[in-house]
Every structure is written in structure tokens, then in C-alpha cells.
């Protein structure tokens, strides 16, 4: 009978022979066809998609990254509008990346080295390539990044001489990210202006889309917002009538909001970062005056903890972690705006006075970025600023950058991708929803998609994809 068929053919049951059934298997096809449809794409034949990162387009098949990639699965097969675009932006992705990232659907092989790691990792993170993840982290892990995460982390002093990429402070500034917009404005017509919102949306700046996710059990603007371990927290704030001190944590994996423990003070417009795992809240104004107090955050107590409080009083001061240090810019004391900082050194629970800013202002942004800290936008008590500076450590100095196209203040500012964000705030005139990204390898802002439920006054937020 076995004569009667070719090599690569085979008969499953003698019975189904009996009843004139045959069940054929040929076991290279998948890899062959995948092969043939490589050969047919470098052809430039049949391709149905365009992807385009600046000025590199790479054209691809549908059903093929759809089968391979699942960022693409969830895109081709969910009737997003993309779709049945003939061309998808995808915003902010290294062009080599992804050319490697779509070759790798046809044939599954991939080569990784020093110069392409990081940005094969970013990538692999927003096409939520597991494998791919891994493989990046695996190769990072055995190339001593181990040895000078403990330099980091055993010698605190040292940290602003450990200029290289895997020794600077992530922040989620390198590591691809989606950003959320927390609480603030509202941008439906049915409300009046100024109204506090409960709603947060969230962006994927790959996609260049924001998305509405659930809603927090509180309205709140000008409201702290702060990602420990993937969780969001929204800390404090307005609601419209009070100041508030209670808490609530998001966990995007379940889209669901849980109270946690209230800070010791009612406050909005403060400063929020996380440093070391902990949640520091800088200032803000209790309702009655502008503070200057500092309280702490342990995720594994659940318990807020009074520290050393700062040299003035700051209500909507800029505050950022960069090279381990808490930094605080500007901000009011209801009396004068400042363009005085200062940082705090957790490790011996001290205040230090630093260069000045170029510009007094309050309601600014501010966030690090590789080995320079960023702000942008704010009031300086007569006008409302687009101007943004850069503070070099190393010379203690601040030097002006290409403003914003827009002025803004209550704008936050977030890193994510090697890039910055500006989110939100107020003109003058009205409340904003446009976004704003920064790249500083081109000292250009460029306009990215609006936010789809806010006008000014969010509290921002970046949860990374991946965490190395």
C-alpha cells in the first residue's frame, strides 16, 4: 500500500483504509510556507500593510503578523481602525527593531547583540514578544550588567558617575511604557469647566491611541500619581469640594481600583515620586497654605511616614527623581513663585539647595531622562510659559531647550522610550487635552494623538512593559 504514495505521506488506521479514508500529514509545510511567503514579501507581492517609522515604511502581510506577533493579533482581529488602514504609524520604535522584529515573524530567527539590545527590547516589550523579552534580558543579565547593578545599589555615592545606560536610574524613561492620564478636567460638554473627573485613560505611544480604562472611585485633580511594581496609585487631590489624603491602587491586570492607606495630610498639587520602591509625596496645599512637609510610602506596610521636610513651602512645585536623589523645582508658597530647587538625600534624610532654575515658575513639569533632568511649561506669575530647561548635574547648571508648541500650565511631564511627554495643563484660555513628545536627539516637540476624556490638571503615570 506504503508504494501507492510518495515520501512525507502516511496512511493513520488500517479501518479508515477500509472505509477509503486517508489522513495526510507533510510536516514541513508550516516552515516551508512561511519560507515561501518571506521569498513572496522580499518580492514586494501580495503585502497588504505598511508599517512606518519615520521616514522607513516596511511592508509585511496581515495574516502573518497576525499569526506571529500578538500585538498585531490584537490589532488585525479586534476591528481596530487600523485594521483596515493600508499604512499604521508606529510611533517611537527603533526602524532597525522593527525590521528585524518583522522578519522574525516569516522566519523565527533573530540575532541580538550589544548595539541592538536595548532597542530590540523595547520593541519586543510593545509587541508583546515574550520570547523575544527574554531573550534580551538573558543576554543583558550575562554581560556583567549584574555586576554594576550592585555597584548601583551598595554604593549610593558613586551614582552619579555611573554615566552608562544600564547604570542610570530607569524611571521607565528607557524600557517602553504605556502612560496614563489620571483623574484631572473634563472634556465632555455637559460639564462645566473645572469640573474634577474620576476618569483615567491610558496611551500606547506605539499605537499613538489613548484608550478609556476604569474609572477610579474618586474624582481627583491635580492629583499624585505615582507606579510601584506595575501597580498605579492616585494619592491626594481635589474632588471638586475638599482636599484629600485617601489613596487608591490600579492594577491594570485586572482593571480594577483598591483603597489603600490615606497619607498623613490632605494635599493636592503636590509632588510624587517613587525612589527605591517607596512613594514620597513633596508639599502641595492642604487647603489653607502650601506645605512643605514630605511623607513616605511602604507598599508592603500599607503606612505613611513623616520625613524630613523641606527648606519652603511648595505647593505645584516640579519633583523628579534623577540619579537617585529626590529633586524639587519651583512651585509657590502663596506668596511668591520660586525658581529655587533643591534635592533630598534619602540616605542620610537631608535637604541640599542646588543651582536655580533660568525661569521662575509653578505648575510646571518635570522628569529625568538618561544623565539630564527636564522641565517644561508652568506659571511664573504674569504669563503661561511653553519656555523648557535642562539641568546638567555634573556643571550644577540649567540651559534653555526648544520650547513647547503650546503653553502650558498643570502640564505633566513623563519619560518613557528615550522620550519625553507632555501631557495636558492650561493655556491661558482653556483647558488643554493635546499631547506633546519630546525627543532629544532632535531637540523638537511634536504633537502626538489628544487625550480622549481630559482637559488639563492629570496626574501622570508610565507602567512599564517590561521591568529588568
Not at 484631572?184 to 460638554?189: C, I, K, P, V, W
Request: glycine residues 8%.
Amino acid at each position: 500500500m506504503s508504494d501507492r504514495f510518495p515520501p512525507g505521506y502516511k496512511m493513520v488506521d488500517e479501518l479508515e483504509e477500509l472505509e477509503d479514508l486517508v489522513h495526510v500529514t507533510v510536516g514541513d509545510l508550516p516552515n516551508r510556507g512561511y519560507g515561501v511567503m518571506e521569498e513572496i514579501r522580499r518580492q514586494g507581492k501580495l503585502c497588504d500593510v505598511t508599517l512606518k517609522v519615520g521616514e522607513h515604511k516596511f511592508s509585511a502581510h496581515r495574516i502573518v503578523l497576525a499569526a506571529s506577533i500578538p500585538y498585531f493579533h490584537a490589532m488585525f482581529t479586534n476591528d481596530m481602525m487600523e485594521c483596515k488602514q493600508d499604512e499604521i504609524v508606529m510611533q517611537g520604535m527603533d526602524p532597525c527593531a522593527l525590521e528585524a522584529l518583522i522578519n522574525f515573524a516569516y522566519n523565527g530567527h533573530l540575532a541580538i547583540d550589544q548595539q541592538n539590545v536595548q532597542s530590540l527590547l523595547m520593541g519586543a516589550s510593545f509587541l508583546q514578544l515574550q520570547n523575544i523579552k527574554d531573550a534580551c534580558c538573558s543576554f543583558l543579565k550575562e554581560r556583567d550588567l549584574v555586576d554594576e547593578a550592585k555597584d548601583y545599589h551598595l554604593m549610593p555615592e558613586r551614582r552619579p558617575h555611573l554615566l552608562a545606560f544600564k547604570t542610570r536610574p530607569r524611571c521607565c524613561t528607557s524600557i517602553a511604557g504605556l502612560i496614563y492620564a489620571v483623574g484631572g478636567l473634563n472634556s465632555a460638554a455637559h460639564f462645566y469647566a473645572g469640573d474634577s473627573l474620576n476618569v483615567v485613560e491610558v496611551f500606547d505611544p506605539i499605537a499613538n491611541r489613548w484608550e478609556k480604562c476604569q474609572p477610579m472611585t474618586t474624582a481627583r485633580s491635580r492629583v499624585g500619581v505615582a507606579v510601584v511594581n506595575g501597580l498605579l496609585y492616585a494619592i491626594g487631590g481635589y474632588d471638586g469640594q475638599s482636599r484629600l489624603s485617601t489613596v487608591e491602587v490600579y492594577n491594570p491586570e485586572t482593571d480594577s481600583w483598591t483603597k489603600v492607606g490615606s497619607m498623613n495630610s490632605k494635599r493636592s498639587a503636590m509632588g510624587t515620586v517613587v525612589l527605591d520602591g517607596q512613594i514620597y509625596v513633596c508639599g502641595g496645599y492642604d487647603g489653607n497654605c502650601s506645605l512643605n512637609s514630605v511623607e513616605t510610602y511602604s507598599p508592603e506596610t500599607d503606612k505613611w511616614t513623616v520625613v524630613t521636610p523641606m527648606s519652603s513651602n511648595r505647593s505645584a512645585a516640579g519633583v523628579t527623581v534623577f540619579e537617585g536623589r529626590i529633586y524639587v523645582s519651583g512651585g509657590h508658597d502663596g506668596l511668591q513663585i520660586f525658581n529655587t530647587m533643591e534635592y533630598y538625600n534619602h540616605h542620610t534624610a537631608t535637604w541640599h539647595p542646588v543651582a536655580s532654575m533660568l525661569n521662575k515658575r509653578c505648575r510646571h513639569g518635570a522628569a529625568s531622562l538618561g544623565s539630564k533632568m527636564f522641565i517644561c511649561g508652568g506659571y511664573d506669575g504674569s504669563a503661561f510659559l511653553s519656555v523648557a530647561e535642562v539641568y546638567n548635574s555634573m556643571a550644577d547648571q540649567w540651559y534653555l531647550i526648544t520650547p513647547m508648541n503650546t503653553r502650558r500650565s498643570r502640564v505633566s511631564l513623563v519619560a518613557n522610550c528615550g522620550r519625553l511627554y507632555a501631557v495636558g495643563g492650561y493655556d491661558g484660555q482653556s483647558n488643554l487635552n493635546s499631547v506633546e513628545m519630546y525627543d532629544p536627539e532632535t531637540n523638537r516637540w511634536t504633537f502626538m494623538a489628544p487625550m480622549v476624556c481630559h482637559e488639563g490638571g492629570v496626574g501622570v503615570g508610565c507602567i512599564p512593559l517590561l521591568t529588568i
